[in-house]
């Protein structure tokens, strides 16, 4: 098992995950729907999501769930099922943000949430097939 793999992995999941939001994000701008909500917490003013930031939201999160990876290959011996199931753990609970964010549309909390699943399986999957390399 690959600690500095589960990392590499969990970068090009974050990457190619954040890639795929930024299409879903531009898509979705060109069908109309800005995306606009008050990301600067409850209380601020709606505005449209910035798309580099579906970019960022996606490999910053990597780089930490492949820390905590690498913790847990240091401190068990299936790290990989303990793993999993944090994945999952968080990816629901993620689904407040978009579910929750106020001055936005019905439309802009779905395409909010596929964006989160598809974060959430990318990284994952990053992780867990670079974790398997060696190296």
């Known amino acids: 098992m690959s600690i500095r793999g589960a990392f590499l992995g969990g970068l090009v999941g974050g990457v190619a995950s954040g890639v795929i939001n930024v299409l879903l994000a531009l898509g979705a701008s060109g069908a109309g729907l800005g995306l606009a909500g008050a990301y600067g917490g409850p209380g601020t003013p709606a505005v449209p999501l910035a798309v580099p930031m579906a970019l960022v939201a996606s490999v910053v999160p990597a780089l930490f769930a492949g820390g905590v990876y690498a913790g847990l290959a240091k401190a068990t011996a299936n790290p990989t099922r303990i793993f999993v199931g944090i994945a999952v753990v968080f990816g629901l609970l993620s689904m407040a943000g978009p579910a929750t964010l106020e001055g936005a549309s019905g439309a802009t909390r ?21 974790s398997t390399r060696t190296g």
Do not use: E
């Not at 974060?119 to 994952?124: C, D, E, N, S």
């Open 110 to 130: 779905g395409v909010l949430a596929l964006m989160h699943v598809v974060a959430g399986v990318g990284i994952t999957l990053g992780i867990l097939r670079g």
